[in-house]
Each structure stands twice: as C-alpha cells, then as structure tokens.
C-alpha cells in the first residue's frame, strides 16, 4: 500500500525556518518524482515545488523562489522542504505528491495520485 | 503561467441531482486536464485524467469532457460521498496549476 506521510509542521515566528518531511513506503520511491502542495485555511490548492526522482530537475512557484528548498533522499525513500524565512501567508497545511505517469490510447499524463495526510504549518508571533 | 478558473465557486445540490463544473484555462492544455475532489479535512484525491478518463476504482457516475481551453466534470446522480470540493488541474507545462476549486454543498 502507497503511504506518504508528513512530518515537521508546527508554529514558526516571522522570519523563521522549518524542515518539513514526508516518508514514502510501498512503491520504489526512487522511480517518481515528487511535489509539494498546499493549502491555506480555508483555500484552495496551490502546488509549491517540484523535484524529479533523481533530483536533477527542481522547480518552484514563484511565491516561495529564493526561500524554500526541495530534496529528496531515495536510501532514506524521503522528501524534504526546507521552508526559510517564512511569512505569515505562508500559513497553510503542507502536503507531498507523488507525480506518475497515466496512460490512456497511448498517451501519457502526469497526475498527482497519492497524497500524505499533510501537516500544519503555522507562521504567527 | 497558465492560469485555470472554475465555475460556479459552490453549487447546492439534492442526492439525485446531475452536476456540472466547469475548468477553463488561460491557453490550450490539449488534453492534460485532472480532477480531484477533496472532502473536508483531507488529502485531495484524483478523479479524472486526460480531461476524460477515470482511474481504477472511481465511480461510472463521474464523467469529464473536454480539450484546448474548455472542460467540465459532470456527476450523473449525486451521492452523499459526493459533497466535497472539486479542484481541476492542468499538467501541460510547469507549473502544473490548480483551478480555484467548486464546493459541492447539500440543498
């Protein structure tokens, strides 16, 4: 069975920097890339980073560019986020994704098929 | 970037009652169109990929149309697990954005 499950959340000061990470188990973590969403109280869905299986391709939105940073460890079969300077729109609960490739009459899509539970991150003096 | 809308924001529908969202993007996407609906409190799940087709394991009565800019995610008769919030999302470049998401709410 795919389970991600997130770690690390909490309450952070203005201006502070929190490591979120999520575990991968039941499928071989190393094959599939993978992303960071999230989602502020009572908001929609808003995708965060990107990082592909052997991290050679890295993306971001342009809202955490130059404070945030995705890495993956594959011995370890986890994803990380290390969230700096963090604001308070930055409030949200974080989930990871894993990116696979659908096919349907010979064409592939990229979805996000499994989801962790999330975890709260809180940016408040 | 390509930007996605939904409409309506939220819907009020009886069980029964055939449903339709519809997702627009800011420039074609081809085919690369996913749904996913996400119930209070939890993690998103996918619904529909390729603006069409269902995964294993999700219900005949959701249906999705669509390509280029225009598409749509029809429920034929809702069900009490339906009430929830439906999100559309493209995958044709990066980053892969989501629409502002339909809540599906009891009349």
């Known amino acids: 069975e795919v389970q991600l499950v997130e770690s690390g959340g909490g309450l952070v000061q203005p201006g502070g920097s929190l490591r979120l990470s999520c575990a991968a188990s039941g499928f071989t973590f190393s094959f599939y890339s993978m992303n960071w969403v999230r989602q502020a109280p009572g908001k929609g869905l808003e995708w965060v980073s990107y990082?592909?299986?052997?991290?050679?391709?890295?993306y971001y939105s342009d809202s955490v560019k130059g404070r945030f940073t995705i890495s993956r460890d594959n011995a370890k079969n986890s994803l990380y986020l290390q969230m700096n300077s963090l604001r308070a729109e930055d409030t949200a609960v974080y989930y990871c994704a894993r990116e696979a490739k659908y096919y349907y009459d010979s064409s592939g899509y990229n979805v996000f098929d499994y989801w962790g539970q999330g975890t709260l991150v809180t940016v408040s003096s | 970037d390509i930007q996605m809308t939904q409409s309506p924001s939220s819907l009020s529908a009886s069980v029964g009652d055939r449903v339709t969202i519809t997702c627009r993007a800011s420039?074609?996407?081809?085919?690369?169109l996913n749904w996913y609906q996400q119930n209070l409190g939890k993690a998103p799940n996918l619904l529909i990929y390729?603006?069409?087709t269902l995964p294993s394991g999700v219900p005949s009565r959701f249906s999705g149309s669509g390509s280029g800019t225009d598409f749509t995610l029809t429920i034929s008769s809702l069900q009490p697990e339906d009430f929830a919030t439906y999100y559309c999302?493209?995958?044709?470049?990066?980053?892969?954005?989501f629409g502002p998401g339909t809540k599906v709410d009891i009349k």
């Open positions: 999302q493209h995958s044709y470049s990066t980053p892969f954005t």
């Open positions: 420039q074609s996407v081809s085919s690369n």
């Open positions: 990082i592909s299986s052997s991290s050679s391709t890295i």
């Open positions: 390729g603006a069409s």
